[in-house]
């Protein structure tokens, strides 16, 4: 084992490359192509949930229509933190 390390090092060290015929080829171009596709179809999920979220001005809308009534907001969300403690 520790023959073929030091023999694939000495051949490591003889072998130059020419810096003008090295490409990254097919294979790199396939890599990039796949990180492409796959951003894309990220970004457009990104933008369907984006699309999805209330506008600014309809929380406004929600926030206000919970102010004019705070006894039964007080009560509703009362009752939701009953909701959604443990039972015993």
Request: aromatic fraction near 6%; avoid cysteine.
């Amino acid at each position: 084992m520790n023959t073929l390390l030091t023999s694939a090092t000495v051949l490591a060290g003889d072998f130059q490359l020419d810096r003008d015929t090295v490409t990254p080829g097919v294979l790199g171009f396939l890599v990039i192509f796949a990180i492409g596709v796959g951003l894309y179809f990220l970004m457009r999920s990104l933008m369907g949930k984006l699309r999805a979220l209330p506008r600014d001005d309809d929380f406004g809308a929600g926030t206000a229509a919970s102010d004019d009534g705070s006894a039964d907001a007080v009560q509703a969300s009362a009752a939701a933190s009953e909701d959604s403690a443990p039972r015993a």
